[in-house]
T-cell receptor
Framework: DAKTTQPPSMDCAEGRAANLPCNHS???????VYWYRQIHSQGPQYIIH???NNETNEMASLIITEDRKSSTLILPHATLRDTAVYYC???????????FGAGTTVTVRA | EPEVTQTPSHQVTQMGQEVILRCVPI?????FYWYRQILGQKVEFLVS????????KSEIFDDQFSVERPDGSNFTLKIRSTKLEDSAMYFC???????????FGSGTRLTVV
């Protein structure tokens, strides 16, 4: 019952911006978009979330299209430590469950 | 930065034995969760806990599993009679509000032999 589609893998260069796409064409009006990452079997790490407006924090920016059917996570200056699996997840606020898919394996290369 | 602490980091147990995995969530968080990840597979939701009761559970969370918040700081997952297929990384998480981002612990690797 995957609600999001992400590319299985992508490479990016150290120091450059990494733009991670996510499609969620069936998203409903009360569903948030969340991004998490998992570095080599460590616990998932929360990055950012948003409902309809673009969001930015110290880790990343989240750009959500006006129709909300897709979003992009931007890591502004990728470092080798950003190599991880990135998960895009949609869920309603009062749904306690996060449904993790396969995510995008991002490899940052020197 | 506040952390979710899980102990032990690795536990080996014999099939059929009971195990208790322990977690200390972030102190001002109100929502608590357990997830698991079998090696090479996706992270799977097990259970959520709020206001001293289970708020949601998955099909995986059958009668062999239970959760408890025995005091004001610990949150435990008990597996009554472990099976080989329970071998996995178990992650505890907590959040201040249900729609906020979750903070995950570093996990307990459970190996059932």
């Amino acid at each position: 019952d995957a609600k999001t589609t992400q590319p299985p893998s992508m490479d990016c260069a150290e120091g450059r911006a990494a733009n991670l796409p996510c499609n969620h064409s069936t998203i409903s009006g009360n569903e948030y978009v969340y991004w998490y990452r998992q570095i080599h079997s460590q616990g998932p790490q929360y990055i950012i979330h948003g409902l309809k407006n673009n969001e930015t924090n110290e880790m990343a920016s989240l750009i959500i299209t006006e129709d909300r059917k897709s979003s992009t996570l931007i890591l502004p200056h990728a470092t080798l430590r950003d190599t991880a699996v990135y998960y895009c997840i949609v869920r309603v606020a009062n749904d306690y469950k996060l449904s993790f898919g396969a995510g995008t394996t991002v490899t940052v290369r020197a | 930065e506040p952390e979710v602490t899980q102990t032990p980091s690795h536990q080996v147990t014999q099939m059929g034995q009971e195990v208790i995995l322990r977690c200390v969530p972030i102190s001002n968080h109100l929502y608590f969760y357990w997830y698991r990840q079998i090696l090479g597979q996706k992270v799977e939701f097990l259970v959520s806990f709020y206001n001293n009761e289970i708020s949601e559970k998955s099909e995986i969370f059958d009668d062999q599993f239970s959760v408890e918040r025995p005091d004001g700081s610990n949150f435990t997952l008990k597996i009554r009679s472990t099976k080989l297929e329970d071998s996995a990384m178990y992650f505890c998480a907590s959040s201040e509000e249900s729609h906020y981002g979750y903070t995950f612990g570093s996990g307990t690797r459970l190996t059932v032999v």
